[in-house]
């Protein structure tokens, strides 16, 4: 008989883990080491269970085969000793529960041990001590179970509480005496120490059952009809499950940073594309800020993906501390418990709706972001179409221009009186200006990027050259040597470019002076 009125002390470990997450083999890897740490000492556990075709090592096969049920994968237990007709049992189970993994620990030593919870609780800790715990680790919980000397069912009152701390393997976390005992159903005390967090992983548990009560206290803490998770097993999965959710939603808060990404973008983006007033008169966009409003054009619709992918990852979320909300309540028997229970169910309600409203939020700010990019977009092109309308006009008056004076050149038998070392300069000269108006058109074409401002300046540096080469081969006619035109010329292209350059510099500056805030 323990001690403090508590007889049969056993201590009861599950331990969940995802079995289909995205770093399956490290959680796989952590199953496996705390599985063989089974075997090693203190627990001892390297035989097999009595169960037909269970095998004491699961392999790598059956950790990773997905599938819907539950399934038992592998069983070990400790040699039995020779002391016969007292409680002993110490055993190990390995499930997998839909897409969970499950480790059961049961400990119950013989009374000649004189093991209690404190002494499981440490070998326990040794355990588990030096295997690092893996991204999918959803939770653990370790039960303490006992009996107390009355064979009527116990209830948490004061001094069976202060039994119970009394055979307390540590200090409670809020260092307080335990005030949160239930009776559940099967007729049980159960207490809960926990600190004042969502986030913690591991639970301890004291369950504390009448004395003779040892089928009934192992059948809803340790395992169920034909090897199955207890009732208090599989509510426990199902609870751990939620604060795993939980912990995830609480270390991802960048989903609500990229709201505010997506709201400072529309708000950046609608004084580019609204016409401005000056001195009473509207005037549309500049080049400019269709160029910038593109720009934003395009983060906001990088937004409005992020958006998407964020507002259903939360719903695929929500839905699944549904589901496992549902589940905990299932488990017990849709029971209204206080306690720990309580607490679960309080958290999973207040979760539930706090996807829910995140989700809406976010919803919100994409079909705002959505609207924005589809109303901006027909803005800022027709924009850009307005400008290129006004500009090809403009060139077809002067190209129309040109192409008249030819015309009336050649219908009037008119010829130009240039000497023969100017004629190719002209002509040169000629398609330069050609190639010139191509590149301006091009620029006004592109007019986000840098590349055709560049072959602008390099060709108004080309036709200055041209320019000069001309006028060399009229002054001098064919006395001028090569070199001597080829150095004024390139001192020409250089002077060309670095004018063309300094004007578009001044022009840039110009505008950014007019839409600098006042």
């Not at 089974?38 to 037909?52: F, H, I, N, Q």
Request: charged residues 20%.
């Amino acid at each position: 008989m323990g001690r403090s009125g508590l007889q049969a002390e056993a201590l009861v470990v599950h331990l969940f883990v995802a079995g289909d997450g995205e770093e399956q083999d490290a959680d796989h890897e952590f199953v496996l080491n705390v599985w063989q740490a089974c075997a090693d000492p203190p627990l001892g556990m390297t035989e097999p269970l009595r169960v037909p075709d269970l095998p004491v090592e699961p392999s790598a096969e059956q950790l990773a085969e997905r599938g819907l049920g539950s399934r038992l994968l592998a069983g070990r237990q400790a040699p039995l000793p020779d002391e016969q007709g007292a409680p002993h049992v110490q055993q190990a189970l390995l499930r997998r529960e839909h897409d969970s993994l499950c480790i059961s620990v049961v400990r119950e030593p013989p009374p000649a041990s004189r093991k209690g919870w404190c002494e499981l609780d440490d070998e326990w800790s040794e355990v588990v001590r030096h295997i690092p715990s893996p991204p999918g680790l959803l939770g653990s919980a370790r039960l303490f179970v006992a009996q107390v000397r009355a064979r009527r069912p116990p209830r948490p009152t004061p001094a069976v509480t202060r039994a119970v701390q009394a055979r307390w393997a540590a200090p409670t976390s809020t260092g307080q005496p335990f005030t949160r005992g239930v009776t559940v159903p099967p007729g049980f005390a159960v207490w809960e120490d926990f600190p004042p967090t969502d986030d913690r992983i591991e639970r301890r548990i004291v369950v504390v059952g009448a004395r003779g009560e040892d089928a009934a206290l192992s059948a809803w803490t340790w395992v169920g009809p034909e090897r199955t998770l207890p009732p208090l097993g599989r509510y426990l999965l199902h609870a751990a499950k939620v604060r795993y959710q939980w912990r995830i939603w609480d270390a991802e808060q960048g989903f609500r940073q990229l709201r505010r990404q997506a709201d400072a973008t529309v708000q950046r983006l609608l004084p580019l594309i609204g016409p401005a007033t000056v001195d009473g008169q509207r005037q549309e966009p500049s080049q400019a800020q269709l160029v910038r409003a593109s720009h934003e054009l395009d983060t906001l619709q990088a937004d409005e993906l992020s958006l998407v992918q964020t507002v259903t990852r939360l719903r695929e979320m929500r839905r699944t501390v549904d589901i496992a909300a549902a589940n905990q309540a299932a488990a017990i028997g849709q029971v209204q418990l206080d306690g720990p229970f309580a607490s679960d169910r309080s958290l999973s309600g207040w979760f539930g709706q706090q996807l829910e409203d995140d989700a809406a939020y976010l919803e919100a700010a994409r079909e705002r972001a959505s609207q924005v990019t589809t109303l901006a977009d027909q803005l800022v092109g027709r924009g850009q179409q307005r400008r290129q309308e006004r500009f090809n006009l403009g060139l077809t008056g002067i190209v129309g221009a040109i192409l008249m004076s030819l015309a009336a050149i050649q219908s009037l038998n008119y010829e130009v009186p240039v000497s023969g070392p100017v004629k190719p300069a002209l002509i040169t000269t000629l398609g330069l200006l050609t190639m010139l108006v191509s590149m301006v058109v091009l620029r006004f074409a592109v007019p986000d990027r840098r590349w055709p401002v560049v072959l602008v300046w390099m060709t108004c540096g080309a036709t200055a050259a041209a320019a000069t080469w001309i006028g060399m081969a009229a002054i001098a006619g064919g006395a001028s040597s090569p070199a001597r035109t080829w150095l004024w010329a390139g001192l020409s292209f250089l002077a060309g470019t670095s004018l063309a350059w300094a004007v578009t510099s001044l022009r840039r500056g110009c505008a950014d002076s007019a839409q600098a805030p006042t």
